[in-house]
DNA sequence: ATTCTTGCAAAACCTTTGCATACTG
DNA sequence: CAGTATGCAAAGGTTTTGCAAGAAT
């Protein structure tokens, strides 16, 4: 999706904000890869590393501005820190957490549709959205048994 | 569920771990009611209201240990802070949460059974635990609704 | 021109930790 | 008693904010 500049650009606008040099360097590095769960931090260091000028701050609130936007979705996987995905609508996934090595792999499809019908019409809830986070020992990790607990390195 | 108490102080003298006051007065609360959401901070407030003798750093560190111990689940809602619910094998659910009053509603059903088992095995990941949240705007949100954006006031 | 945005440093939060004291098994 | 657990205050880490200077419409 390389569009996502372009997209991103326009609902902005529409928004009544600005175009910067910032905020257009976060959001094509975030378009090179779409399967990214970056954190604000990482993403600042990221873009320092290549010599863009920009500071945390900024970098906390494009991310933000972002979520409002639509454009990214702030995820949460308990490492103490808001990580940021973009929001590819027509790319519904979810996500596998390692407990043990803490990586974090993508489930390509949405089984959620008719839960999410049922849930509609039963509470009456008008939902927007929905993050499910699947627990466990990834495949790795379990060949790499024996290897004791503690040996966990959280993303 | 009254047993929580007599479950939880046996699990953790499994684990070498002593029975203290404070240890008590923190799962008799949460056993008062299963269906909460507590951060840490809240949770020492009530406690303290309460005219317990408790510091704040011991229910971070005694909620840690209930999660090691499996008596508790970790969850995070995404309003910066970490909340604690009590793991009820027997009472798998899913949870509704509102964008627009930040209210948490509980869907009492588990409908990730197979989908578990598919992942298990498409992907050899051993699934220990899943937690899905479902965004929305609530019922009570939707009929005050015409109230703009803005009057969100998160949990 | 006006309004929005940036960057820095300071502040605000939440959570963890060091250490002396107090308690449990 | 030996080994844990507690409480306080300090430290750590992440995120937010105030403000003057700089850009964008």
Chains 1, 2 share one sequence.
């Not at 500071?55 to 949460?76: C, D, F, N, P, S």
């Amino acid at each position: 999706m390389d569009d996502l500049l372009a997209r991103a650009r326009e609902k902005l606008a529409q928004l009544g904000y600005k175009w910067t040099d910032q905020r257009r360097d976060i959001i094509a590095y975030l378009a090179e890869d779409l399967n990214q769960h970056l954190s604000a931090e990482e993403l600042y260091a990221i873009l320092k590393e290549r010599g863009e000028q920009i500071g945390l701050a900024t970098v906390y609130r494009t991310l933000e501005l972002m979520v409002e936007a639509g454009i990214v979705h702030k995820l949460q996987f308990g490492d103490g820190r808001s990580r940021y995905e973009v929001a590819d609508a027509d790319h519904h996934h979810h996500h596998l957490i390692c407990n043990r090595c803490g990586q974090v792999f993508e489930v390509p499809m949405d089984w959620l549709e008719e839960l999410e019908q049922s849930i509609e019409k039963d509470y009456d809830f008008e939902i927007t959205g929905h993050h499910l986070k699947i627990y466990g020992i990834c495949s790795a990790c379990k060949k790499a048994a024996g290897g004791e607990k503690g040996d966990e390195k959280p993303l």
